[in-house]
């Protein structure tokens, strides 16, 4: 396992889906998961799919501009940290934004978000 591939290959996955159809992400989240978001913190998959569904816009493109990996722990997880700027449908600006996702392996081979914090960064 490379890495530096699983972690891009996430990241290419989770910000396709969540421009895409936000609802497809639940199968990146577990029960035990958690996400905050701005503060909130929220917990299992259907309550953080839930909160990503509810937020106050219907379209958005992500355009990543770093992504940073370490291992985390003797599990096989993995510590992503994205950064990058956030385009809403209808608006001029984008919004720049850090997430950071704690990713664990699952017995089938893949991998699932235990932690996710998610800021927009204001300047």
Partial sequence: MDPEAVAKAFVDHYYRTFDGNRAALAGLYHDASMLTFEGDKIQGAAAIVAKLTSLPFQQCAHA??????????PTGGMLVFVSGSLQLAGESHTLKFSQMFHLMPTPQGSFYVLNDIFRLNYA
């Avoid at 940073?68 to 722990?73: A, E, L, N, T």
């Fill in 64 to 73: 990543i501009s770093t992504v940073d990996f370490q291992p985390s722990g």
